[in-house]
């Protein structure tokens, strides 16, 4: 059994897959949000008043979610697979 950087091949390649497989779902996540903050610049056009509100503060929670999974996909980077 070849070992690299004293771990078994296998469980170097499982890792390696499951750090990707993580790194994959928050991209898809981070496409969503894009997608949902733009829909929702849209919906802020066409409301006013009090449901204008509402939108904003909805468009401002999209706001932060995405900067966390900026976070998160920057902790993702630096896993080392095992």
Avoid: F
């Amino acid at each position: 059994m070849h070992e690299i950087e004293g771990m078994p091949e296998k469980e170097r390649r499982d890792g390696e897959r499951r750090a990707s497989e993580k790194r994959e779902m928050a991209s898809e996540l981070d496409e969503l949000l894009h997608l949902a903050q733009e829909i929702g610049g849209r919906l802020a056009n066409g409301v006013h008043g009090d449901a204008y509100d509402d939108v904003r503060r909805l468009n401002e929670l999209l706001h932060e979610a995405r900067n966390q999974l900026t976070v998160v996909q920057r902790n993702l980077a630096m896993i080392k697979p095992g």
